[in-house]
Nanobody, 114 residues
Framework: QVQLVESGGGLVQPGGSLRLSCTAS????????MAWYRQAPGKQRELVAV???????NYADSVKGRFTISRDSAKNTVFLQMSSLKPEDTAIYYC????????WGQGTQVTVSS
């Protein structure tokens, strides 16, 4: 069983930055594919960014060049650095871990508004 705990969400003005963190329990964190998803009100959950166990990354077109996903296996933590935030980035952001099973965190709210 893997437990994921997100932190770092909040209210930020357009153009601002936030860094989300997701800390995982368990001893094989380095083997998991880790990802960030988001869900805006009235919309489906969508993939934002993913990082493989080897460090390869992929991003949604809407966040390319603005968001960076990274992982620190020593701390069992995956990060999402978000810059140049836009109001349309407002959503609940969820951490996801996948190996033989898929695990989700509880989500953290990000609100981009002036």
């Amino acid at each position: 069983q893997v437990q994921l705990v997100e932190s770092g969400g909040g209210l930020v003005q357009p153009g601002g930055s936030l860094r989300l963190s997701c800390t995982a329990s368990g001893s094989i964190f380095s083997s998991y594919v880790m990802a960030w998803y988001r869900q805006a009100p009235g919309k489906q959950r969508e993939l934002v960014a993913v990082i493989s166990s080897g460090g390869s990354t992929n991003y949604a077109d809407s966040v390319k060049g603005r968001f960076t996903i990274s992982r620190d296996s020593a701390k069992n933590t995956v990060f999402l650095q978000m810059s140049s935030l836009k109001p349309e980035d407002t959503a609940i952001y969820y951490c996801n871990a996948a190996l033989l099973k898929v695990y989700w965190g509880q989500g953290t709210q990000v609100t981009v508004s002036s």
